[in-house]
T-cell receptor
């Protein structure tokens, strides 16, 4: 069985600060996929990124960046120069050979103006 | 319509009522899912359909009954629910079961009185 841990329940920052969300995962499978989703107050889960277990390259997309480290089973997410519109719940998730997408508990990010 | 749509967006029902939630995906995907999101709990996978066949029933009570008449539509039939079933019910779709991201609908906020 897979497990995803997001130890940070809530993070509050002031606009323009950087914020890093931690994600640690557990799986016995060698092939797996990691995801980050954003859930704004409207409720819809928005896909942000997918990473497979064989690709440890970090990725940057605008103000978002992801750091995947297999050695520590972590897939952390950083928002640079945060904005009020970044306020949401962010979920890390993992899927492996049992095709069940396992979500972490989520981290609520509040960006204050 | 684009993406994944869900109707109704809000539903209030009594414990003796029968109602149905509808999900439609316009992405040409071949897999669809139902999730339950309760307050203070991680997202729970309820049902998985691949090519219109149910491949997962995640120990869900029989008062929830899914139906997938074709690859674009997914229903969740509800009867004799309990107040603890009040939650946000999210539908998702993907191309394949493992490697590709799931796209989520906006959810149905269900309240059982």
């Amino acid at each position: 069985a897979q497990k995803v841990t997001q130890a940070q329940t809530e993070i509050s920052v002031v606009e323009k600060e950087d914020v890093t969300l931690d994600c640690v995962y557990e799986t016995r499978d060698t092939t797996y996929y990691l995801f980050w989703y954003k859930q704004p107050p409207s409720g819809e889960l928005v896909f942000l990124i997918r990473r497979n277990s064989f690709d440890e390259q970090n990725e940057i997309s605008g103000r978002y960046s992801w750091n995947f480290q297999k050695s520590t089973s972590s897939f952390n997410f950083t928002i640079t120069a945060s904005q009020v519109v970044d306020s949401a719940v962010y979920f890390c998730a993992l899927i492996a050979n049992d095709y069940k997408l396992s979500f972490g508990a989520g981290t609520t990010v509040t960006v204050r103006a | 319509e684009t993406g994944v749509t869900q109707t109704p967006r809000h539903l209030v029902m009594g414990m003796t009522n029968k109602k149905s939630l509808k999900c439609e995906q316009h992405l040409g995907h071949n897999a669809m899912y139902w999730y339950k999101q309760s307050a203070k709990k991680p997202l729970e996978l309820m049902f998985v359909y691949s090519l219109e066949e149910r491949v997962e029933n995640n120990s869900v009570p029989s008062r929830f009954s899914p139906e997938c008449p074709n690859s674009s539509h997914l229903f969740l039939h509800l009867h004799t629910l309990q107040p603890e079933d009040s939650a946000l019910y999210l539908c998702a779709s993907s191309q394949g079961l493992i490697s590709n991201e799931q796209f989520f609908g906006p959810g149905t906020r269900l309240t059982v009185l």
